[in-house]
T-cell receptor, first 120, second 112 residues
């Protein structure tokens, strides 16, 4: 099956530093990837849609200057948490969309294992 | 805002029993997906059911979809301890067919 690799799995950083998380689709090309944030015991909240070769689309309330997204290739999207603060500590998950044939406009999402960010 | 709402929020059963989880959604969809998440891990896609399908099977999983009631159910038969996880339904966002909104999830505990 399709595999999405997310790296790093966990990271601890000091307040004020920036952290980059990578999301790679290993065996399919993904023009669209998604970034989610998950707080403890809660569901995933969509942060932004990452589109290869164009600017990401952010959900309402998500600071685009805080969470920089780059989708420079068909297999890689990165999320950079800039000037991280303790309130940014969370579990970040990416997903890559593999389009389904015969069902126009939709696809199957494959998720990374997630990255746990702890900001001290 | 969340579209899918799972019910129950938590479920505890003995190994070997069946587990049924329900999901309700609000807007029209062209497909509905179920995912599993082990604690602290990413999501694993379980099954996708299209709006023109009423039932779908995959191993010990059985998913039904009732578009008239805007609801879906996930049945896990002969549950195992390894099935312990949170289960989410996901529906495409009305604002973009490629987006998926997750429900609040059902936390399943299978007791050995």
């Amino acid at each position: 099956g399709a595999v999405v690799s997310q790296h790093p799995s966990w990271v601890i950083c000091k307040s004020g530093t920036s952290v980059k998380i990578e999301c790679r689709s290993l065996d399919f090309q993904a023009t669209t990837m998604f970034w989610y944030r998950q707080f403890p015991k809660q569901s995933l909240m969509l942060m932004a849609t990452s589109n290869e070769g164009s600017k990401a689309t952010y959900e309402q309330g998500v600071e685009k200057d805080k969470f920089l997204i780059n989708h420079a290739s068909l297999t890689l999207s990165t999320l950079t948490v800039t000037s991280a603060h303790p309130e940014d500590s969370s579990f970040y998950i990416c997903s890559a969309l593999r389009l389904l044939t015969g069902l126009r406009g939709t696809g199957e999402l494959f998720f990374g294992e997630g990255s746990r960010l702890t900001v001290l | 805002s969340q579209q899918g709402e799972e019910d129950p929020q938590a479920l505890s059963i003995q190994e070997g029993e069946n587990a049924t989880m329900n999901c309700s959604y609000k807007t029209s969809i062209n497909n509905l997906q179920w995912y599993r998440q082990n604690s602290g891990r990413g999501l694993v896609h379980l099954i996708l059911i299209r709006s023109n399908e009423r039932e779908k099977h995959s191993g010990r999983l059985r998913v039904t979809l009732d578009t008239s009631k805007k609801s879906s159910s996930l049945l896990i038969t002969a549950s195992r301890a390894a099935d312990t996880a949170s289960y989410f339904c996901a529906t495409p966002n009305s604002g973009g067919y490629q987006k998926v909104t997750f429900g609040t999830g059902t936390k399943l505990q299978v007791i050995p």
